[in-house]
């Protein structure tokens, strides 16, 4: 059964930072793409950052230059680093896997972080 569980949420100021882990279980990360996604409540689901099996990453326009997605293969754990955090980052951020070109289809429960001004 596969299952993604994050990890590393929580509160923060503003200017801070804080890496989320998305540990993965019932499969190789490494086969599949991978990302991160936030959403808060009335809001759209908004897509953060992209990894595929080869490394290559796609970020929003939002996630660049402060947020950095990577894995290690060897922990079956995907990251996103996000430094420089405003209020308006704050959301429940989930990750996300599949089979590359194919969507995502698992989804982990999510972890919250809340950034405070």
């Known amino acids: 059964q596969v299952q993604l569980v994050e990890s590393g949420g929580g509160s923060v100021q503003a200017g801070g930072s804080l890496r989320l882990s998305c540990k993965a279980s019932?499969?190789?990360?490494?086969?599949?793409?991978m990302a991160w996604f936030r959403q808060s409540p009335g809001k759209e689901r908004e897509a953060l950052a992209t990894?595929?099996?080869?490394?290559?990453?796609w970020y929003a326009d939002s996630a660049k230059g402060r947020f950095a997605i990577s894995k290690d293969n060897a922990k079956n754990t995907l990251y996103l680093q996000m430094n420089s955090l405003t209020p308006e980052d704050t959301s429940m951020y989930h990750c996300?896997?599949?089979?590359?070109?194919?969507?995502?289809?698992?989804w982990g429960q999510g972890t919250q972080v809340t950034v405070s001004s």
């Open positions: 019932g499969y190789t990360a490494s086969y599949y793409c």
């Open positions: 990894i595929d099996t080869a490394g290559t990453t």
């Open positions: 996300a896997g599949g089979r590359c070109g194919a969507g995502y289809n698992s």
